[in-house]
Nanobody
Framework: QVQLVESGGGWVQAGGSLRLSCAASGRTFSSYAMGWFRQAPGKEREFVARISWSGGSTYHADSVKGRFTISRDNAKNTGYLQMNSLKPEDTAVYYC???????????????WGQGTQVTVSS
């Protein structure tokens, strides 16, 4: 029912910034909590951040806390991940996802974007 389309990935030097966007279809995006995950080659998919349906509750993984900020604009049916002070270890494919359950568990998410590559150069 919900389709997610990501944009904003690319290459950046260490210390730089990127802003990822996740555009959702339909009129019910505000009913879903949203999360961001990432996966590097040969590694497990890793939780990055999540935000409640209202935007009133956010949670960020320790590895990105203070550098990344999750947000959403329900009027635009769009979620965001602002990434500052990027490090080479942030290099991964980043995925946005939506769920009706507030959670950090990937298995609980119902819909996923296609993923966008983020590469941080040393």
């Amino acid at each position: 029912q919900v389709q997610l389309v990501e944009s904003g990935g690319g290459w950046v030097q260490a210390g730089g910034s990127l802003r990822l966007s996740c555009a959702a279809s339909g009129r019910t995006f505000s009913s879903y909590a949203m999360g961001w995950f990432r996966q590097a080659p040969g590694k497990e998919r890793e939780f990055v951040a999540r935000i409640s349906w209202s935007g009133g509750s956010t949670y960020h993984a320790d590895s990105v806390k203070g550098r990344f900020t999750i947000s959403r604009d329900n009027a635009k049916n769009t979620g965001y991940l602002q990434m500052n002070s990027l490090k080479p270890e942030d290099t991964a494919v980043y995925y946005c996802a939506a769920t009706r359950i507030p959670t950090v568990r990937a298995m609980d998410y119902d819909y996923w974007g296609q993923g966008t590559q983020v590469t941080v150069s040393s």
